[in-house]
């Protein structure tokens, strides 16, 4: 086993750590307090060749593997929770689902552009009545003509009003359940798409999150994505790889944390010496480093599996569950370093623990990922009654 980068994977980590320091850190607080989008800094990713990382040349990307998509996600995440969910959003939800499932005209339509940082990608899944329960989709798309007619709403949509595709999903044949969902294209300017106020949410603030709503939306018969009635299958495929996306920026968050406990804990005196000499500080200093780097070996095993074209389910939910709540854990302990500095919000940690909430809820909540991970090693088990 080999647990060293490659050299390519050095050289994205140095370079995304250089531009991340440079142009997003010195940004973050002001990202969160104003709510604004970094659309200058996508602007610049995109010209640095991160709105493309692991997609192919010819679609604009960078055919980058996905351990150095996941480095560069962490290393955002520990400049600004916002922007690496917009970030990790926009390639793992927004532009995976045309890579995996797209015909050449629409990776060359849509990826490309995408994949080049001339637009945002989107993905949209969870509705109002359903968030676990994404099967029980009800946006419909009717087939008229040569046109699909959407009717519907999701919500808690990352990227939604600022993106220039949208993937959503509809049931074309409700009577099938989840076998009668499939998956769309549509363009950001489509009329009939409307979007809802941007959430006021706990963190995150800079990445806009809204609500949309299809009134009878149009988009060309060949936008739809996959095979019809593929789309739940397409979703949980592409939620796999999404998991890990959020497992690394989990780490990021996690990381910045630590080191900024780690100097506080070096300057801060009391009692006449630096307060990481006392063995709680040090024993919490100590829980962060081992939380975290088993977070990262997971996050990098499930890339590590993608990358070999091998089943990673468990390992994405596994990387994702574990990743996220040892990083709520370490962005709570560094508050209970800085001790009631760490509750203003003259230092970071604050907003790091707001940032850091919600990444056990999306992308699969805890709960929803202990049940995939127990199917996947005892089976669907049935209870008594029902199998008598």
């Not at 040090?282 to 993608?306: C, H």
Request: proline share 4%; with cysteine; glycine share 12%.
């Amino acid at each position: 086993m080999h647990f060293e980068f490659t050299e390519e994977q050095q050289i994205i980590r140095g370079t995304v750590r250089e531009f991340a320091e440079k142009e997003i850190a010195p940004r973050a607080r002001h990202t969160d307090e104003t709510g604004e989008f970094p659309t200058e800094t996508f602007r610049k990713m995109g010209e640095l060749g991160l709105m493309g990382l692991p997609f192919p040349e010819e679609y604009g990307g960078a055919a980058a593997d996905a351990i150095s998509t996941a480095i560069a996600i962490e290393e955002v995440a520990r400049a600004c929770g916002s922007t690496a969910l917009s970030y990790s959003a926009h390639l793992g939800l927004g532009c995976a689902p045309l890579a995996m499932f797209g015909t050449p005209e629409q990776k060359q339509r849509f990826l490309t552009p995408a994949a080049q940082g001339k637009h945002m990608a989107a993905f949209g899944l969870t509705e109002p009545h359903a968030g676990s329960d994404a099967g029980a989709t009800r946006t419909t798309a009717v087939l008229e003509s040569n046109e699909w007619v959407i009717n519907g709403s999701k919500m808690w949509i990352t990227n939604a009003p600022v993106a220039g595709h949208i993937i959503a999903t509809a049931a074309t044949d409700k009577e099938k359940g989840k076998k009668g969902i499939s998956a769309f294209i549509i363009p950001g300017n489509t009329p009939g798409m409307i979007f809802g106020k941007p959430e006021a949410k706990m963190g995150l603030r800079g990445s806009v999150t809204t609500a949309i709503s299809f009134e009878n939306v149009r988009v060309p018969k060949e936008n739809l994505l996959g095979e019809r009635g593929r789309g739940f299958i397409q979703f949980l495929q592409v939620l796999d790889g999404g998991r890990i996306g959020i497992g690394a920026m989990a780490v990021g968050l996690a990381q910045i944390a630590f080191e900024t406990a780690i100097a506080y804990a070096r300057e801060r005196e009391a009692f006449g010496k630096p307060i990481g000499a006392f063995q709680s500080i040090s024993n919490l200093i100590a829980d962060m480093e081992v939380g975290i780097a088993g977070a990262r070996l997971l996050v990098y095993q499930a890339a590590w599996l993608k990358d070999q074209g091998r089943n990673y389910t468990r390992e994405a939910a596994t990387a994702k569950l574990y990743a996220s709540e040892v990083a709520e854990r370490v962005c709570r302990d560094a508050i209970q370093v800085f001790g009631g500095y760490g509750y203003s919000q003259e230092f970071p940690v604050e907003r790091l623990y707001r940032d850091v909430r919600l990444l056990t809820i999306g992308e699969g909540t805890s709960e929803i990922l202990r049940q995939v991970i127990g199917h996947s090693i005892l089976g669907r088990l049935e209870s008594a009654e029902r199998t008598h």
